[in-house]
């Protein structure tokens, strides 16, 4: 929908034919990384989720993630922040399928902050700290509503739940379920969690017992 507004306003405005072009490349980039992300957690379910693991440094893959949201961010006026903390010991996960889940979900929280008009001052920040659970790692902003009802439209395409009355478009819940789809893969999902006064959406990982014989 939004690449054929954008075409429609190239058409009507031929002086904007070269940022309705960009923004088209960057959304269609946007939908093909989405559509790519839900395939792998469909892969990784149709081999039951053997998945290689490995040690994974969470705060590389978020910096990875916030790497390949920038195009989309900027198109939305969304601010990236990277909040990876220090000392954070390395998880035991599949990491392509880790740095996609953060991908899809971060691409979901910037259409669904730039629906609400919050772009300008509600920064998204890419987190991980440490929990008595295991290593906290995901999205956060200033705005709980966003992030609450992104992870409910996300149920609805499970078959959950009854829709609700939100205002956040489809498209943010699509993300969040891919996002989840692939976690779910990797034995963990995605929760509702608070970080430094903010609400967001993260998964707890397992940290990577070193001192583990086998």
Same mark, same amino acid.
């Given at each position: 929908?939004? @690449?054929?507004?954008?075409?429609?306003? #190239?058409? *009507?405005?031929?002086?904007?034919?070269?940022?309705?072009?960009?923004? @088209?490349?960057? &959304? #269609?980039?946007?939908?093909?990384?989405?559509?790519?992300?839900?395939?792998?957690?469909?892969?990784?379910?149709?081999?039951?989720?053997?998945?290689?693991?490995?040690?994974? #440094?969470?705060?590389?893959?978020?910096?990875?993630? %916030? $790497?390949?949201?920038?195009?989309?961010?900027?198109?939305?006026?969304?601010?990236?922040?990277?909040?990876?903390?220090?000392? @954070?010991?390395?998880?035991?996960?599949?990491?392509?399928?880790?740095?996609?889940?953060?991908? &899809?979900?971060?691409?979901?929280?910037?259409?669904?902050?730039?629906?609400?008009?919050?772009?300008?001052?509600?920064?998204?920040? *890419?987190?991980? $700290?440490?929990?008595?659970?295991?290593?906290?790692?995901?999205?956060?902003?200033?705005?709980?509503?966003?992030?609450?009802?992104?992870?409910?439209?996300?149920?609805?395409?499970?078959?959950?739940?009854?829709?609700?009355?939100?205002? *956040?478009?489809?498209?943010?819940? %699509?993300?969040?379920?891919?996002?989840?789809?692939?976690?779910?893969?990797?034995?963990?999902?995605?929760?509702?969690?608070? $970080?430094?006064?903010?609400?967001?959406?993260?998964? @707890? *990982?397992?940290?990577?017992?070193?001192?583990?014989?086998?």
């Amino acid at each position: 929908m939004h @690449i054929a507004r954008r075409a429609e306003l #190239s058409r *009507l405005h031929p002086q904007a034919q070269g940022q309705s072009l960009e923004d @088209i490349l960057i &959304s #269609s980039e946007t939908a093909l990384s989405l559509i790519d992300n839900y395939v792998l957690s469909l892969q990784a379910m149709a081999r039951g989720q053997d998945l290689i693991r490995e040690p994974v #440094s969470v705060s590389a893959v978020l910096h990875d993630a %916030a $790497h390949e949201l920038l195009p989309a961010a900027k198109q939305y006026g969304v601010t990236l922040e990277l909040d990876a903390g220090a000392k @954070i010991e390395p998880v035991s996960m599949h990491r392509t399928s880790l740095q996609a889940a953060f991908v &899809s979900l971060g691409h979901a929280l910037i259409e669904a902050l730039a629906s609400t008009g919050a772009t300008a001052q509600t920064p998204l920040k *890419l987190a991980v $700290h440490r929990s008595r659970y295991g290593v906290v790692a995901g999205l956060y902003c200033g705005r709980e509503e966003i992030t609450v009802e992104a992870f409910r439209r996300s149920q609805l395409l499970q078959g959950n739940v009854r829709q609700p009355h939100i205002n *956040l478009s489809a498209a943010a819940g %699509a993300g969040v379920f891919v996002a989840d789809a692939l976690l779910k893969t990797m034995s963990t999902s995605l929760k509702v969690s608070r $970080h430094h006064k903010q609400c967001g959406l993260a998964a @707890i *990982l397992p940290p990577l017992n070193q001192l583990q014989l086998v």
